[in-house]
């Protein structure tokens, strides 16, 4: 409980003058990916960006989501559409 508490008056603590929402961050997100994959600052760039996703669990799973996918693609490991079926329809096997 009392780190639940401390938390939250942490993210008081943080709150900035200008901040985006859920929906401004969603529309942000990918461009905020594609920054900090080619090097780019993306926090210096798109500090709201970096600020909600700090703030925001439901944003910040998104953000790693994409990020993850992204990074996959760049790697040239993207699986298939195929590939991700099967793996959905076999929710309990371990992936390689």
């Known amino acids: ?5 401390l938390r939250w008056i942490k993210r008081l603590q943080d709150t900035q003058e200008h901040e985006i929402d859920c929906s401004e961050c969603q529309d942000r997100i990918s461009r905020y990916v594609d920054l900090e994959l ?8 798109m500090p ?3 600020h ?16 993850d996918l992204a990074r996959l693609e760049i790697d040239g490991r993207l699986p298939s559409a195929g590939e991700l079926r099967a793996r959905l329809a076999r929710p309990d096997e371990p992936e390689e």
């Open 52 to 67: 909600h996703l700090a703030q925001c669990g439901v944003c910040r799973e998104e953000y790693l989501v994409l990020h």
């Open 1 to 5: 409980m009392k780190k639940t508490y």
């Open 48 to 50: 709201e960006v970096s």
């Open 38 to 45: 080619t090097a780019d600052s993306a926090e210096r760039q």
